[in-house]
């Protein structure tokens, strides 16, 4: 009798992890400020770890606690934890490898992010990936976006000590599941682990009027939207799936919604005084105040880190993603119109993170760090006085105007 599940479970679950393994491995030396021990190494469900270097150790050293409270601090280890979303789904729905290979940007970008715009150095990430099924016919997808991961973690300075692939049959689904042995269909979360040196932490606290405020532009969606995409899909282009795979300008639509999110978070920490060992510099490349993280919420971000009396005015905005342009129009006459205003407080609106600086020459140096790393940034406005911290910015979509945060 057929073992149905080690055939369909087991065994190829033993097989996605083995290359996962591989990629793991490949990271350990990512990150100079951490030492990875395998214990072993032959053996890819064997358990790794990590040291943090003796420096880094010191540093975390320097600690004073009074009646069991800590009172002051050098240096933390510290973790945020989120995922993909929704948009695995659309890279499942375009099904090449070349797509597959960017998946990975969202996990790094979607923590390691969320890291650095408080002033965090991200350093060690573990993930774990829910697949409904590996099959001979996907398995190419799956290689591929272990390949591109792997070339990410390396980009961002990042080591993947370990992770988990689960194969769940009846648990994994996507809006655009045919049932076909071909698709890759999956979820993807993550863990990033990294330090926190007390002084360079950024809260918004030190933000005051007259600032520049520097956004960094973003190629595509970023990760947060996907429900608000995959209702539009299926409303325009739908709602048979077939259909949809066969309708030319719906998939160059959806190719448009796998641009990978770009991570700016090795940018920020070079910006703040990290050195990539986790030692900090004498001094700031530049000096700032405050990091938004764009995502879920939009620009309303941006808002939430203005200390009260404080405002913006953002009137040098940058032109919106393509996909987000095409995806206002095609909104237009459908119970999903997405307005203005949406797409500044649901998307990201054309910046992925927003960045306010002491002076006009930090702003300067962001923007040049910024384009050595492949990164476009601008000057999109300054800070103002405003009792009820009031955040204007003029649309560079459809309707134009001002709109009111």
Same mark, same amino acid.
Request: some cysteine; hydrophobic content about 40%; proline content about 4%.
């Given at each position: 009798?057929?073992?149905?599940?080690? *055939?369909? =479970?087991?065994?190829?679950?033993?097989?996605?992890?083995?290359?996962?393994?591989? +990629?793991?491995?490949?990271?350990?030396? %990512?990150?100079?400020?951490?030492?990875?021990?395998?214990?072993?190494?032959?053996?890819?469900?064997?358990?790794?770890?990590?040291?943090?270097?003796?420096?880094?150790?010191?540093?975390?050293?320097?600690?004073?606690?009074?009646?069991?409270?800590?009172?002051?601090?050098?240096?933390?280890?510290?973790?945020? %934890?989120?995922?993909?979303?929704?948009?695995?789904?659309?890279?499942?729905?375009?099904?090449?490898?070349?797509?597959?290979?960017?998946?990975?940007?969202?996990?790094?970008?979607?923590?390691?992010?969320?890291?650095?715009?408080?002033?965090?150095?991200?350093?060690?990430?573990?993930?774990?990936?829910?697949?409904?099924? +590996?099959?001979?016919?996907?398995?190419? &997808?799956?290689?591929?976006?272990?390949?591109?991961?792997?070339?990410? &973690?390396?980009?961002? %300075?990042?080591?993947?000590?370990?992770?988990?692939?689960?194969?769940?049959?009846?648990?994994?689904?996507?809006?655009?599941?045919?049932?076909?042995?071909?698709?890759?269909?999956?979820?993807?979360? $993550?863990?990033?682990?990294?330090?926190?040196?007390?002084?360079?932490?950024?809260?918004?606290?030190?933000?005051?009027?007259?600032?520049?405020?520097?956004?960094?532009?973003?190629?595509?969606?970023?990760?947060?939207?996907?429900?608000?995409?995959?209702?539009?899909?299926?409303?325009?282009?739908?709602?048979?799936?077939?259909?949809?795979?066969?309708?030319? #300008?719906?998939?160059?639509?959806?190719?448009?919604?796998?641009? #990978?999110?770009?991570?700016?978070?090795?940018?920020?920490?070079? &910006?703040?005084?990290?050195?990539?060992?986790?030692?900090?510099?004498?001094?700031?490349?530049?000096?700032?105040?405050? +990091?938004?993280?764009?995502?879920?919420?939009?620009?309303?971000?941006?808002?939430?880190?203005?200390?009260?009396?404080?405002?913006?005015?953002?009137?040098?905005?940058?032109?919106?993603?393509? =996909?987000?342009?095409?995806?206002?129009?095609?909104?237009?006459?459908?119970?999903?119109?997405?307005?203005?205003?949406?797409?500044?407080?649901?998307?990201?609106?054309?910046?992925?993170?927003?960045?306010?600086?002491?002076?006009?020459?930090?702003?300067?140096?962001?923007?040049?760090?910024?384009?050595?790393?492949?990164?476009? $940034?601008?000057?999109?406005?300054?800070?103002?006085?405003? *009792?009820?911290? *009031?955040?204007?910015?003029?649309?560079?979509?459809?309707?134009?105007?001002?709109?009111?945060?």
């Amino acid at each position: 009798m057929t073992d149905k599940y080690k *055939e369909e =479970v087991i065994d190829p679950g033993d097989q996605a992890s083995q290359l996962a393994k591989d +990629i793991c491995f490949q990271s350990h030396k %990512n990150c100079k400020a951490v030492r990875v021990i395998a214990h072993q190494p032959a053996n890819f469900r064997g358990p790794v770890g990590f040291l943090w270097q003796s420096h880094v150790l010191e540093m975390m050293r320097q600690i004073e606690i009074k009646k069991g409270r800590v009172v002051d601090w050098t240096m933390a280890e510290e973790v945020e %934890n989120d995922g993909a979303g929704g948009k695995p789904q659309f890279f499942t729905l375009v099904g090449t490898p070349e797509v597959f290979r960017g998946l990975g940007w969202e996990i790094i970008a979607m923590t390691a992010d969320d890291f650095a715009r408080s002033g965090r150095l991200p350093c060690v990430i573990d993930n774990e990936i829910q697949v409904k099924k +590996i099959t001979k016919q996907n398995l190419p &997808l799956f290689e591929a976006m272990m390949q591109g991961y792997g070339q990410a &973690l390396k980009q961002a %300075n990042l080591v993947n000590i370990t992770g988990e692939v689960a194969i769940m049959k009846h648990s994994i689904t996507a809006f655009c599941d045919t049932g076909s042995d071909d698709q890759l269909i999956l979820t993807w979360g $993550a863990s990033c682990l990294g330090l926190a040196c007390q002084h360079l932490l950024l809260d918004g606290s030190k933000i005051r009027p007259d600032m520049p405020v520097v956004g960094f532009v973003e190629q595509g969606y970023r990760c947060n939207g996907g429900t608000f995409f995959t209702n539009l899909i299926l409303q325009k282009f739908g709602p048979e799936i077939n259909k949809i795979k066969t309708d030319k #300008p719906a998939l160059v639509f959806i190719r448009k919604l796998t641009v #990978p999110s770009i991570s700016y978070a090795k940018t920020v920490c070079r &910006l703040i005084g990290w050195n990539l060992d986790g030692s900090v510099k004498a001094f700031p490349l530049a000096k700032i105040t405050g +990091i938004a993280h764009i995502t879920g919420g939009g620009m309303v971000k941006f808002k939430e880190i203005l200390p009260l009396g404080v405002g913006a005015l953002l009137d040098k905005m940058p032109a919106p993603a393509d =996909v987000l342009l095409q995806a206002q129009e095609l909104s237009w006459g459908t119970d999903l119109e997405l307005s203005d205003k949406q797409a500044y407080t649901t998307l990201h609106g054309g910046c992925g993170m927003v960045l306010v600086c002491a002076d006009h020459n930090s702003a300067q140096k962001i923007i040049r760090e910024a384009d050595r790393d492949g990164i476009r $940034a601008q000057v999109i406005g300054q800070t103002i006085k405003s *009792e009820t911290s *009031e955040v204007l910015i003029h649309s560079k979509f459809r309707e134009g105007g001002i709109i009111k945060l």
